[in-house]
């Protein structure tokens, strides 16, 4: 992928991973279009960084996707670079009670809004001469977590659906991509310092460097052992990562 003279769309560019993908990009001469729900950190991000647009959008709604997707798309014709970002975090109990209205709402987010974001764009990316799409997973999609368990699965639901796009968009001009981020000391759950998260800066120079030849996945060298684990063998690391994380838990607010 090419790292200049872009006009990117990303979702959940208001903080954390999306907004520090959207100003890597910014710097560079991209035209970067950020979505986000809340106007307060859109408007903070455009002030920060003169030139980046904002439009608002709840990814859960499957109506407003379509609406927002037509008016960048009529706003800015040269749209080649659409980044699903949003996502949402939250704890659960695999082996308890359900929360079934935030398993809907996680869903919604992690799963289809990436689906329904494509969806909406595709077309569109098509038609450019050169096009990227790009689904941020998680090395939870590979080695689940499983104090986030439904998290985890979303993860990796949206794994598998980007080899099924980048099959299917093979002989297209659109190129997919998938970055699947360790623990990164982000607000997704918690900004803490913990000396177990990579810190921000690092994760992005490092995704920034890995883009130009990537053609399939972004990993940044401390996931890797991650996505190496799936196979047959897997399950012997997966409780060892979740027995640690057991002994040592995330920090919560």
Do not use: C
Request: hydrophobic letters at 45%.
């Amino acid at each position: 992928m090419k790292l200049t003279k872009n006009t990117i769309f990303i979702t959940g560019g208001t903080s954390g991973i999306g907004r520090a993908l959207a100003e890597a990009f910014h710097q560079r001469g991209n035209k970067v279009i950020v979505a986000g729900r809340r106007r307060a950190l859109l408007d903070e991000i455009a002030a920060a960084n003169p030139g980046i647009d904002t439009v608002e959008l709840d990814i859960g709604d499957a109506v407003q996707i379509k609406r927002v997707a037509q008016q960048v798309i009529a706003k800015y014709p040269a749209l080649n670079v659409v980044i699903n970002n949003a996502g949402i975090m939250p704890f659960d109990d695999a082996g308890g009670a359900l929360d079934d209205e935030q398993a809907v709402r996680l869903i919604d987010t992690n799963l289809l809004g990436t689906v329904r974001t494509s969806a909406a764009f595709i077309e569109h990316l098509k038609l450019q001469p050169e096009a990227t799409l790009i689904n941020n997973s998680s090395v939870l999609a590979y080695v689940p977590l499983a104090a986030t368990a439904l998290y985890s699965a979303t993860k990796a639901a949206v794994h598998s659906y980007t080899m099924s796009q980048r099959f299917v968009l093979r002989n297209t001009s659109v190129r997919v991509l998938e970055i699947a981020p360790p623990w990164v000391d982000t607000d997704l759950i918690h900004k803490s310092g913990d000396p177990r998260a990579m810190p921000l800066d690092a994760f992005i120079a490092e995704i920034m460097q890995k883009l130009p030849e990537a053609s399939t996945e972004v990993l940044v060298d401390s996931a890797k052992p991650f996505r190496d684990n799936a196979g047959p063998n897997e399950h012997a690391f997966v409780d060892q990562f979740n027995q640690l994380v057991t002994d040592n838990p995330i920090p919560v607010a």
